[in-house]
Nanobody
Framework: QLQACGGGLVQAGGSLRLSCAVS????????IGWFRQAPEKEREFVAT????????NYGDSVKGRFTISRDNAKNTVYLQMNSLKPEDTAVYYC?????????????????WGKGTQVTVSS
């Protein structure tokens, strides 16, 4: 089970940190990804981190502003979001892939959590 939390309302230029807690399964074999979906838009890749934490990848729209990290001792992945923009407004989802390094497409992920809403006001 994956549980995302940490969303909320923030002004443009602000920061939020999302968490994705994984339970009910061994955590270390899984790479974890973050995706987001705005109203009437396709679900978009945001970031992914390998099972070891040594490899990360980001969507072009968030590079340089967002940072993904993981704490395997706490079975948790984090998404630090800085310099937020109104276009970052979306429901953010975390997902697990049973492979060392996750990809950028939805079908590479096996399990999904419920999302957390992020709203950035201008």
């Amino acid at each position: 089970q994956l549980q995302a939390c940490g969303g909320g309302l923030v002004q443009a230029g602000g920061s939020l940190r999302l968490s994705c807690a994984v339970s009910g399964r061994p955590f270390s074999p899984y790479s974890i990804g973050w995706f987001r979906q705005a109203p009437e838009k396709e679900r978009e890749f945001v970031a992914t981190i390998s099972n070891s934490g040594g490899t990360t990848n980001y969507g072009d729209s968030v590079k340089g502003r967002f940072t993904i990290s993981r704490d395997n001792a706490k079975n948790t992945v984090y998404l630090q979001m800085n310099s937020l923009k109104p276009e970052d407004t979306a429901v953010y989802y975390c997902a697990a892939a049973r492979r060392p390094v996750g990809g950028k497409t939805r079908n590479e992920y096996d399990d999904w959590g419920k999302g957390t809403q992020v709203t950035v006001s201008s």
